[in-house]
C-alpha cells in the first residue's frame, strides 16, 4: 500500500532564502508523485508532477523536486523564498498505471519570515 | 477555461440530517473525485467518479456516496450527519484518472452541530 511521511509539519525561513520541504513515500508500483500547494480558504494548486520521464522535476513559481528512487524521496525546493510563498504543502502519491487512490501527506505549514 | 466550481461554499447542518455537495468539473473532464480535510486526519481521498460510474473508493461508511450525471457533473451525499463529519470537502477534477494532474475547487466547508 501507498504511503507518504512529510517529515516536517513547520518550516519557517527567511526571504531570500532557500526552502527545503522532505517527503517520503512507498508505493508498490512506478508511482506518480505530486506537491500541492494550498493557500488558506483556498483549493489545492499542483505545483509539480512526476511521473518517470525526468528525476529532476521543475514546477511553478520556482520551486523544483528530484525523485530518488534509492531514498525512496520526493524533496521539494525553491532557492530563494517569497513571502508570496507562505501556504501549506502537500506530498501526495498515486500508484502509477492503476491510479486507483490518491494519498496525501500530512501537510507541512511553510512561513516565510520578512 | 472556468475552474471546477462546488457549490454551496459554506453549510451548516445538525446530526442525523444528510446533506448533498455538488461539484461541475472543468469542462471536457471525465473524472470527478472527492476529498475529505480535517485537522485531525488531514486530506483523505473519499471516492472517484469516471463517465458516471464509480471507479476508486476510499476508506469511509456508507454513509457516505456520490453520483456522477452525464455531464460530468458530480454530487456528494452524506446521510445521518455525525459531529466528526464537519470538514472541508474538495473536489477534483481530470482528464483521464487519478494518475493525472487534478485541478481542485474551493471545496465546501461544512459544519455540523
Known amino acids: 500500500a501507498q504511503s507518504v511521511t512529510q517529515l516536517d509539519s513547520h518550516v519557517s525561513v527567511s526571504e531570500g532564502t532557500p526552502v527545503l520541504l522532505r517527503c517520503n513515500y512507498s508505493?508498490?508500483?512506478?508511482?506518480?508523485l505530486f506537491w500541492y500547494v494550498q493557500h488558506p480558504n483556498k483549493g489545492l494548486q499542483l505545483l509539480l508532477k512526476y511521473t518517470s520521464a525526468a528525476t529532476l522535476v521543475k514546477g511553478i513559481n520556482g520551486f523544483e523536486a528530484e525523485f530518488k528512487k534509492s531514498e525512496t524521496s520526493f524533496h521539494l525546493t525553491k532557492p530563494s523564498a517569497h513571502m508570496s510563498d507562505a501556504a501549506e504543502y502537500f506530498c501526495v502519491v498515486s500508484d502509477g498505471a492503476r491510479g486507483n487512490k490518491l494519498v496525501f501527506g500530512a501537510g507541512t505549514i511553510l512561513r516565510v519570515k520578512s | 477555461k472556468a475552474g471546477v466550481t462546488q457549490t454551496p461554499r459554506y453549510l451548516i447542518k445538525t446530526r442525523g440530517q444528510q446533506v448533498t455537495l455538488s461539484c461541475s468539473p472543468i469542462?471536457?473532464?471525465?473524472?470527478v473525485s472527492w476529498y475529505q480535510q480535517t485537522p485531525g486526519q488531514g486530506l483523505q481521498f473519499l471516492f472517484e467518479y469516471f463517465s458516471e460510474t464509480q471507479r476508486n473508493k476510499g476508506n469511509f461508511p456508507g454513509r457516505f456516496s456520490g453520483r456522477q450525471f452525464s455531464n460530468s457533473r458530480s454530487e456528494m451525499n452524506v446521510s445521518t450527519l455525525e459531529l466528526g463529519d464537519s470538514a472541508l470537502y474538495l473536489c477534483a477534477s481530470s482528464t483521464r484518472g487519478l494518475e493525472e494532474t487534478q485541478y481542485f475547487g474551493p471545496g465546501t466547508r461544512l459544519l455540523v452541530l
Open positions: 508505493s508498490s508500483y512506478s508511482p506518480s
Open positions: 469542462s471536457g473532464h471525465r473524472s
